[in-house]
């Protein structure tokens, strides 16, 4: 039978600047009583990367410019934390209340840059003042958990970056990834044929988003500390591939 099994690792341990984070991955594996088998995918949740690669901003050093002041009086957000959006960002796209939409210096859309206060808890005395950015290059963190765990265990496997993003047109937070390694970002049906032999023209599966939202469903949102999930079973044939994949070419978004 075709099953796909995700098992959240328990009790990973909080992570701080500096931490080696495939070995707190293997390590977590092993007092999970997991073997990783080739084929498995490590989906890892955004924050852990981050911390680990101390991503952390002070926004009591942050200078905001007059760009920022400007889109702080439109959403009353906090000017420095504009400033910091605004230096992740390759363009603005929406500023109103409570909201600031941009394009990420990545490619992709989405909310303040993905920078974040939840579950980050700071590096000094007055911890409201820490941010959490995003890792610099997700595709290359991704590649260098997966080499180095790949050498610990012998197997071939994927890992996936993950984040929680809104959408266009439906409510609520999902997850989807921002980078990746050895994992599919679309799987191209074009040309293959569905139940009734009609040739599939234009279907094309974010197959990483797919196996993102899965994976979000177990890690949770709030205090569930479930960072990391080993996924065995997925449907499609591992290869390299590069988060460029899922970016929409800005001439084909409708919703700008």
């Known amino acids: 039978m075709k099953s796909l099994h995700l098992t959240a690792l328990e009790a990973f341990p909080l992570v701080k600047p500096g931490d080696d984070l495939p070995d707190l ?103 409201e003042d820490w941010m959490l950015m995003l890792p610099e290059d997700p595709d290359l963190s991704a590649a260098r958990i997966r080499e180095r765990l790949e050498k610990q265990t012998g197997c071939e496997i994927g890992v996936m970056i993950i984040d929680s993003h809104g959408r266009s047109w439906r409510m609520g937070i999902v997850g989807v990834a921002i980078g990746y390694s050895g994992v599919p970002g679309l799987v191209d049906m074009r040309g293959h044929k569905d139940l009734f032999g009609y040739e599939l023209k234009v279907t094309q599966i974010a197959a990483a988003d797919e196996l993102a939202a899965s994976a979000s469903l177990l890690m949770g949102q709030a205090d569930e500390s479930l960072p990391v999930v080993l996924v065995r079973g997925f449907p499609y044939p591992l290869r390299e591939s590069s988060f460029r994949e899922l970016i929409r070419p800005s001439d084909q978004d409708l919703f700008r």
């Open 25 to 127: 991955i293997w390590l977590s594996l092993t007092e999970n009583n997991l073997q990783i088998q080739s084929g498995d995918i490590l989906v890892i949740a955004q924050k852990v990367v981050s911390k680990a690669e101390n991503r952390y901003r002070d926004l009591s050093k942050v200078i905001p410019s007059e760009n920022a002041e400007k889109l702080s009086r439109i959403t009353g957000k906090d000017p420095r934390f504009v400033e910091l959006v605004l230096q992740e960002s390759r363009s603005v796209l929406r500023a109103k209340t409570n909201t600031l939409i941009v394009e990420h210096r990545l490619g992709f859309v989405c909310a303040n840059a993905g920078i974040d206060h939840s579950n980050v808890d700071g590096l000094g005395n007055n911890t």
